[in-house]
């Protein structure tokens, strides 16, 4: 955690990015059975205060496999929200 101006606590890096990937990566498995899904990458970066998610996701067609990644980062980035507006 570190100290932000206003004096509250910020989640390191690493919860960031912890919690943007368990976000993106769960959305993405409640939409398909693990065995369904050929290849996933979920790739989260935070530095400097921006956050860079990148999905890709090679999976069945029903649903929509850019659909399910647009989601996946939709999620990513609400849960890095949720996170920081519970400091």
Do not use: C, H, W
């Not at 993405?28 to 921006?50: A, C, H, N, P, W």
């Not at 029903?62 to 939709?74: G, L, N, R």
Request: glycine fraction near 4%; charged fraction near 30%.
């Amino acid at each position: 955690m570190t100290g932000s101006a206003d004096g509250r606590t910020d989640p390191t890096d690493e919860a960031v990015v912890e919690a943007a990937s368990d976000a993106a990566e769960g959305v993405i498995l409640s939409r398909y059975k693990q065995s369904d899904v050929t290849d996933m990458d979920v790739t989260v970066r935070f530095e400097s205060g921006t956050l860079e998610v990148d999905v890709y996701l090679n999976a069945p067609d029903d649903p929509d496999p850019e659909t399910v990644a647009t989601e996946a980062i939709e999620a990513a980035e609400s849960a890095v929200d949720e996170l920081f507006a519970e400091r």
